[in-house]
């Protein structure tokens, strides 16, 4: 084989893949904060949050599905665990602020904010926001919780008019 044509498999190989995994991706709802490809969390392993204690950017290579929405993994046991049971590890609200759903919005969740409470990941919008929900978390999951029955199928934008 030549370099040309082992260049041009891989290319072609990456291509599919890529396709495939937007493809697949594109459907997200608006009940999970993803981005336009669909990608959840920015790419982190929600996993990682339970069994390394800390925010870890998954790879590209090792993807799940799960509510339409694309996750990323740092391994493959990450991965099966997820696979196994995607509740157990996918963030409250769909990733979403988790101070912000208690306000009745939808803010982006930032993986590096984060905490779990009760084997629930919350993410949040910022530190500060993050400081402030910490003040007052089972009075902010409370009124999130109560929120989310109301804006889950909403459009971000529009709980902003």
Known sequence: MTKTTSLTKSLLGGLVFSVALATASFAAGVDVNASSTGLAMQGFDPVAY?????????SYK????????????TSEENKALFEANPEAYVPAYGGYCAFGAAMGFKFDGDPHQWKIVDDVLYLNLSKDIQERWVTDIPGYIEKADVNWENIEDADPAELLQ
């Open 62 to 73: 090792l993807t799940a599905t799960h509510d339409e929405a694309t996750y990323w993994f």
């Open 50 to 58: 339970f069994t390394e204690g800390e925010a870890n950017k998954g």
